[in-house]
């Protein structure tokens, strides 16, 4: 099995930087927030061919997105089942 290294510190700082943007934009104009995230994932979905009601659930999780990239730079390792993954 090939172990990948995928992290890049400057795209990290982006993603981080941008997911910011998106919660601080979204806490304060709510309505537009959540109404820019529903067209984003409809979008996103229609191109993918795939049609969920998960796209509904797509403001609160990216609001939650700032906290995971947190988690995943301070544990870079976690234990999924019996599996650690890096």
């Known amino acids: 099995m090939e172990v990948w290294q995928l992290f890049e510190p ?3 700082v982006v ?3 941008l997911s910011l943007l998106f919660a601080a934009g979204s806490l304060a104009f709510s309505i537009a927030g959540a109404v820019f995230a529903m067209i984003c994932g409809l979008l996103a979905y229609s191109y993918l061919g795939a049609q969920r009601r ?3 659930v797509l403001f609160p999780s990216l609001l939650s ?3 995971f990239f947190r988690l ?3 544990a870079p390792t976690f234990e999924w089942g ?3 993954d890096r």
């Open 72 to 74: 995943g730079i301070v």
């Open 82 to 84: 019996r599996r650690t």
């Open 15 to 17: 993603l981080v930087g």
């Open 65 to 67: 997105v700032p906290a």
């Open 10 to 12: 400057p795209q990290t």
């Open 54 to 56: 998960s796209v509904l």
